[in-house]
């Protein structure tokens, strides 16, 4: 391989020639572990968007002259067009401010400009990261890359995962079953009924990860080294955070306290733990799923999933809920990354938090996952989902649990001798309600109108 060397503030390094990243990339890329998660492609795109932004900010702040803002301004152009994917190598694993990954982004929009211009106008710190640091930069980028991954990704794969639950709560609106505490025969309600409750827990999740949503809107940028802003104009922050709401057609402004945003990433928290609450909701609904299609003959078989693939390599006409299990891994995962961001958000020491890079892997991680898998949930498993009314009917005929519709007649010590009665001699509640002599026949049919209870 060719090298060419460049220099930084320690020295020269060889760096290949085909490479448009320079001197402190390749040491970060020496210094660290290799083959191993590389950063997330949606922070090194909101970290362009924002050297792009910072550029025409600078330019009309008088700081730097047209043909430098232009240069830069087409790098990250033709950064955000995908032309330079390969030239982002730097693994999650490295320093906790993110600064190589900031300088892998100037170095390469540096060398993307200065190629185009055909000498060595833009240099990767005095023009492409003038006025900012990477402790303001990284996280501002970590909250613009969040905010477009759930608004491009996680926020429609909810609706589309809402819009088949209403489907389905229509379909088996009429549908009465045995209900289930406990693991245990209950009293009924509809099937519809049933899947409502699934409904509204997405919809209320949904609402608490839009409101944690609005958290994230104010950006770090303006902050520099300590938050103080040192080395920028005042109101370069919040005119950075302008041109990057015109940008993305978000709402974004310069936080009034950047000291709070380079120190703590509570707002990341905040967002990532509202994840976390739909992921335990989904592992719920998916876990009913599960239970309720067990079978298809010995168990109790209320649910008929989809036959997406053979289930087994040795049993033939197995069919598993491999949906089911498949989101429910995501969930645990996603869970598991909850931890480890709120554990990354201790680690504010002094003015800086020195976790982000895990913080974003983590986030970016869960919200594509996560969107993915509900995704995949909704065609293959939802859209798909059946009644088995002839086990319904069948389940909630032998349910003992109807007696409690007697108590009021009877009482609660009447009802439950004729529930262990029934049981205890298999008989139907209308059998042992005779026998022990608590209700006529035609009382016993009067009020044993399944109907009432649900």
């Known amino acids: 391989m060719d090298y060419r060397q460049e220099k930084d503030s320690l020295g020269y390094v060889d760096v290949p020639s085909k490479a448009y ?19 997330p492609d949606s922070q090194i795109k909101a970290l362009v968007l924002l050297k792009k932004a910072a550029a025409l900010t600078n330019f009309d702040l008088n700081k730097i002259d047209k043909e ?74 970590m909250h613009i890359s969040t905010v477009i991954n759930l608004r491009e990704k996680l926020y429609p794969a909810i609706e589309k995962f809402i819009d088949q639950l209403k489907i389905l709560e229509k379909e088996n609106r ?54 103080t802003g040192v080395n920028t104009e005042k109101d370069f922050g919040g005119r950075v955070a302008e041109k990057l709401s015109e940008f993305t057609g978000l709402e974004f402004t310069s936080d009034t306290n950047k000291f709070y945003q380079l120190a703590s990433k509570s707002a990341l928290v905040i967002v990532h733990s509202s994840i976390k609450t739909l992921a335990s909701d989904l592992y719920k609904i998916a876990s009913d799923i599960r239970f309720s299609s067990c079978g298809p003959r010995c168990g109790i078989g209320e649910l008929t999933i989809p036959a997406n693939e053979p289930g087994s390599s040795i049993m033939p006409g197995k069919v598993n809920p491999t949906q089911v299990e498949s989101l429910t891994m995501v969930c645990i995962e996603v869970i598991a990354n909850d931890l480890a961001i709120a554990m990354a958000n201790t680690q504010g020491q002094m003015q800086l938090n020195v976790y982000m890079p895990l913080i974003i892997y983590k986030m970016d991680q869960s919200i594509k996952l996560l969107a993915k898998s509900m995704v995949c949930f909704t065609e293959k498993l939802l859209v798909g989902l059946k009644a088995n009314k002839t086990n319904i009917e069948k389940n909630l005929e032998k349910s003992l649990m109807l007696v409690t519709v007697l108590s009021p007649h009877i009482g609660y010590d009447k009802a439950s001798q004729i529930a262990k009665n029934a049981y205890k001699k298999n008989m139907t509640l209308k059998e042992s309600t005779l026998e022990l002599g608590y209700l006529t026949e035609e009382d016993f049919d009067k009020f044993m109108k399944i109907e009432d209870m649900i």
């Open 68 to 141: 430098r803002r232009d240069l830069i301004v087409y790098g990250a152009d033709e950064i955000l067009a995908g032309k330079y994917d390969d030239q982002f190598p730097l693994s999650v694993w490295q320093t906790g401010s993110g600064t190589q990954t900031n300088m892998n982004v100037n170095e390469v929009i540096a060398h993307i400009g200065n190629k185009k211009q055909g000498g060595n106008l833009l240099h990767p710190n005095d023009h492409v990261n003038m006025g900012q640091s990477s402790n303001d930069t990284f996280p501002t980028a």
């Open 21 to 39: 990243w320079g001197a402190q990339t390749q040491r970060s890329l020496e210094n660290f572990p290799k083959d191993s998660e590389l950063m």
């Open 174 to 227: 009429d549908i009465i079953k045995t209900g289930r505490t406990h693991l245990q025969d209950a009293t009924p309600l509809t099937l519809g009924q049933e899947i409502s409750g699934w409904l509204t827990m997405v919809q209320r999740d949904y609402e608490m990860i839009r409101g944690a949503e609005s958290h994230l809107h104010r950006l770090a940028i303006g902050g520099t080294a300590v938050g």
